[in-house]
């Protein structure tokens, strides 16, 4: 696309990165294989997400897309994409809806001596209490995968978000700027 110049495209291409390790680490946990990454990857990858977000939202504000017209464009804008970026956007979205649609039963699962267990509150009739609820190894397994395809699930859509408004924006600012140059467009008459 040749609105995406400079930092837009280095802005857009890192949040298109940064989902695709979450998108890794989000498969790695999936009930076949149930691989865990290791923390400092999809803690860091997290980190960089929220900053992709971050700048994503500043650029956005930046550039009057919000403001413009009688509401929101960013629909009729995701209409007017090119097919195959259309198609990764659809896939992409698929993919996480999925790997967060398999994530039920996701509780913060601890092991000890005896096994693993999760607590859950009991209401009794003055309040609550934490009960410990022992659990089989692959129970576990089970539970501690869909609490990390959340982990992995949600900062993938916030990347996917961010590349979609940093697209937004560079088209947005592309088009402000070609509209503001004298004499484009138009021809001079000789005289």
Known sequence: MEVLR????????????????????????????????????????????????????ARSWSVPFLRRG????????MMVLPRGLKLCYVVVACLIGLGLATAGGAEEIRKDSTGYYWTKREVADRGGQFVRVD??????ERRRGAQLRISAGVPAVFALIGS???????????????AARPGRGARRRRG
Do not use: K
């Open 135 to 140: 659990i089989t190894e692959d129970e576990g």
């Open 6 to 57: 400079g930092c837009y495209r280095v802005h857009f291409f890192a949040a298109w990165v940064l989902c695709a390790v979450e998108l890794l680490c989000l498969a790695a946990t999936a009930p076949p294989l149930r691989w865990v990454a290791p923390v400092w990857l999809w803690a860091s990858t997290l980190g960089a997400i929220v900053l992709v977000f971050g700048a994503a939202l």
């Open 164 to 178: 979609f408004l940093v697209l937004a924006s560079a088209e947005t600012a592309h088009g402000s700027a070609v």
């Open 70 to 77: 009688s509401g929101f464009d960013l629909v009729q804008y």
